[in-house]
């Protein structure tokens, strides 16, 4: 919120009098323009996502006569709705851009992969950008510009109503010429799945892609059937009537695990079949229910995979159903012996952390190579969002990415 109110106080104040151009809901001025000669390893415009949601751009015009940096900083003022722009100073900090406007506490850095990542406030908001031609994106200014991955279709041995299913799924290439390890990330539900509005949410997560890249894999966010415009029914242990959401009872639950775990493996096949995808285990990771789906994909499929990266995963809330559903799913990882690192945080609504401590300890019963870390993650009720602050998790991201062994 901090950062909405922000951006509200002092667009106002910089908003110069022209007819925007927009870029998807992401105005600019009429007379942007970027200097050739700048000089600047920042030159250009960088689009990308707030948050991985929230769209944005920044346009690094060049240097003034004062020594700083003239930029233009635009966001969408909603999810759905037109944004805000307004030219404003920043000065060169070693690596990083840094806003000299005190109510807009922003800094960019450049990413070793030649992105950029941004950081409002004091770790409040998050976001990686793409370099992109300025004027590309002045003649087709559309929303396609603020994907950093790209949206592409899986072919898949899935079947529904006698239907061949694809399977829709962001991939984020690294440098170089490949092929490269692959890293596949599977997302997790939709909270109580009542809102049907979700399933066509397309999830990612820019940052945790940019890391990845950065340790030489391909990381690839598959949607499952239903979700983010894939084909097929959402399904994955709803109540009859759907409009309540997802079933408490616990057959229905394991039956959507199930499903979803056929899934992850229909898009870890296709997602093999890629050229720029070299032979060899693939690391997995995984959200909430995502990341019991790679603990599951990771027991049934012990010689491919490497590794599991586990956020804060659990496939029904602790207090749900007749029967405890958890701990058996995460008793799936079997004799899997590669390294699973598990992130939690505090004051989660979902999962206590001594519930996670239990459910990863029927995993270390049966021998799982386990680490966990526990993090405290900045206001009331939100453990569960981990992922949203990557100063939480990058170093110790890094640090598993780094021993691990490919």
């Known amino acids: 919120m901090a950062f909405l109110i922000a951006v509200w ?13 927009f870029i ?19 030159s250009g415009v960088w689009i990308g996502k707030w948050d991985n949601w929230r769209n944005h751009i920044l346009v690094v015009e060049g240097l003034n006569a004062d020594g700083l940096v003239d930029v233009v900083y635009a966001v969408a003022s909603t999810q759905n709705g037109r944004g805000n722009w307004l030219r404003l100073e920043a000065k060169i900090e070693g690596d990083a851009l840094v806003s000299t406007d005190d109510s807009l506490p ?12 941004a950081v409002f406030g004091d770790n409040e908001r998050f976001a990686v950008l793409e370099r992109q031609d300025i004027s590309a994106v002045l003649s087709s200014p559309d929303d396609d510009w603020f994907l950093v991955g790209e949206l592409e279709r899986l072919e898949t041995d899935l079947v ?9 799924a962001v991939i984020y290439t690294t440098r170089g010429e490949g092929p490269f390890p692959l890293a ?21 997560n820019d940052w945790l892609a940019d890391v990845l890249n950065e340790n030489g894999y391909i990381a690839a966010f ?13 399904d994955e242990g709803f ?3 759907r409009s309540d959401g997802y079933s408490s009872d616990a057959a229905i639950a394991i039956a959507g695990a199930d499903r979803a775990l056929e899934d992850a493996n229909a898009a870890l096949a296709a997602l093999r079949n890629r050229s720029n995808v070299q032979p060899g285990p693939a690391l997995l990771a995984g959200v909430s229910r995502g990341g019991v789906v790679a603990i599951m994909q990771a027991g049934q499929r012990q010689n491919d995979i490497i ?11 602790e207090g749900c159903c007749d029967t405890p559903i958890n701990p058996p799913l995460f008793r799936r990882i079997g004799s899997f012996d590669g390294p699973i690192l598990s992130i939690y945080g505090e004051d989660d609504t979902h999962y206590s952390i001594a519930h996670a401590r239990a459910n990863i300890a029927e995993m270390e019963r049966l021998g799982a190579n386990s680490d966990l870390i526990v993090t405290d993650v900045p206001g009331f009720g939100k453990g569960h969002w981990v992922t949203a602050y990557p100063y939480l998790w990058e170093e110790a991201v890094g640090d598993y990415l780094n021993a691990l062994a490919r």
């Open 9 to 21: 106080m002092v667009l106002p104040c910089g908003v110069i009098a022209q007819n925007p151009i």
């Open 307 to 317: 590794g599991v990266i586990n956020f804060v995963g659990g496939w029904v809330s």
């Open 239 to 241: 109540s009859a009537d």
């Open 24 to 42: 998807g809901n992401v105005p600019l001025p009429e007379d942007v323009s970027v200097q050739d000669d700048a000089g600047l390893p920042v």
């Open 222 to 234: 598959p949607q499952r059937r239903g979700r983010g415009g894939s084909d097929g029914l959402y």
């Open 160 to 168: 529904e109503d006698d239907a061949p299913v694809e399977l829709a």
């Open 184 to 204: 596949v990330i599977h997302h997790g539900s939709t909270g109580t799945g009542r809102q049907s509005v979700w399933f066509r949410h397309v999830w990612t």
């Open 106 to 117: 922003v800094r960019y850095s450049m990413s070793p992969t030649g992105r950029m990542r």
